[in-house]
């Protein structure tokens, strides 16, 4: 196992791109010698990385900081490919490269819809993000787009129009394992009330102010409580959002776990009130974990992954009075059985290989995927 191969991110801050990263890290490390290369080693998702992933401290305070850092390590260590993530991280990278004097192959992916980072025109971010996008992605060998939607978005944005659409490694090797696991939250044990379960960051691009209102009318009409997992800087305004409908007995916000599987295992119904996605990874967990689901039909994600409202309820984003209804109608409804056909294109192999693909300019064929109990 002589090839080497790099992933870059700013840190590891609790966020979905990050926790794809180090899925894809964990993954590849089986076949192939791996560096998790950081502008700043820090973040909750530091104490996951497994020991045969080496992790590369450059040291830096703010991203554009690493760029000397990252041109001497692609200079030095010659990885015979570089993953990238993060829209500002992407650009660090192939500069990176190119003042290296292109030692490596370099796949940038694009986790979020590009159109809503640059909604404000106005902004500087609005302008120098798409002007940054049509300027140095070219450089790239792969532009990576991990859903459908994102990849159409970034197309209309920038007018570029070669790009993969890999999705991400969401269903690992230990993941209906971890779900077992249990959890120290007494909502979650038996005889108690069904659980309403929302995971994510608590910004505004999440919406969970949205999920409140619509958990206020929901409250009214049966006992029902609600889990947000996830830290973030909207946290003091949801809880006086809280505080304000009298929900404080019937609402918690436990922060930042390590392993969201085990709730979802145990919640009654799966709720992503997103006001934008790239792939909403948490959706695709909780369809294999066979947890009934419903989902603002925000762009991206969410109307791929549920088949366009075959594996689970979609309703308009901001519309807490339909989000509301939904979640009251699915709570009626028996638990499904779940399909390999729900989450076979996110397995953790499937992604690796394909990935492995793009870094060596090879093709490989998809493994087989077996069914997992849920």
């Not at 020991?51 to 305070?61: C, H, M, Q, S, T």
């Not at 450089?139 to 159409?152: C, Y």
């Amino acid at each position: 196992m002589n090839e080497r191969f790099a992933l870059y991110l700013p840190s590891l801050l609790g966020g979905g791109a990050e926790r794809v990263t180090l899925n894809l890290a964990k993954g590849m490390a089986q076949q192939v010698n791996v560096d998790l290369v950081l502008a700043q080693a820090t973040g909750p998702y530091l104490s996951a990385v497994p020991p045969e992933v080496r992790v590369v401290d450059l040291g830096a305070k703010r991203v554009l900081g690493s760029l000397p850092a990252l041109a001497r390590y692609l200079k030095r260590e010659r990885p015979a490919g570089l993953i990238s993530a993060l829209d500002h991280a992407n650009v660090i990278a192939l500069w990176a490269n190119r003042l290296a004097g292109h030692p490596t192959r370099v796949v940038v992916a694009i986790h979020n819809t590009p159109s809503q980072d640059s909604s404000n025109a106005n902004s500087l971010r609005g302008r120098l993000i798409p002007l940054s996008m049509r300027l140095f992605y070219p450089w790239a060998d792969s532009i990576v787009a991990v859903s459908k939607g994102v990849a159409e978005d970034f197309t209309k944005l920038t007018g570029i129009g070669q790009v993969e659409v890999v999705y991400n490694p969401v269903i690992l090797p230990d993941f209906f394992t971890r779900a077992e696991e249990p959890v120290d939250h007494p909502w979650l044990t038996p005889g108690e009330p069904p659980v309403l379960l929302g995971v994510g960051r608590l910004t505004r691009q999440k919406n969970f102010a949205n999920l409140l209102r619509a958990f206020a009318e929901v409250r009214k009409h049966r006992a029902v409580r609600l889990l947000i997992l996830g830290e973030g800087e909207e946290r003091l305004a949801l809880q006086a959002q809280i505080k304000e409908l009298g929900l404080e007995a019937d609402i918690s916000l436990p922060g930042f776990v390590q392993n969201p599987y085990a709730y979802m295992k145990r919640a009654a119904l799966f709720v992503l009130s997103s006001d934008w996605e790239g792939l909403p990874t948490v959706l695709i967990e909780a369809l294999a974990l066979a947890t009934p689901v419903v989902a603002t039909d925000c762009k991206s994600g969410p109307q791929e992954i549920l088949a366009g409202g075959r594996w689970g309820r979609l309703v308009p984003v901001g519309d807490s009075a339909a989000l509301a209804k939904a979640i009251l109608t699915t709570l009626a409804e028996p638990r499904k059985a779940v399909s390999l056909e729900t989450y076979a294109g996110y397995t953790q192999q499937t992604v690796v290989d394909e990935y492995l693909h793009l870094l060596r300019g090879t093709r490989v064929s998809p493994p087989v995927l077996e069914e997992h109990p849920v």
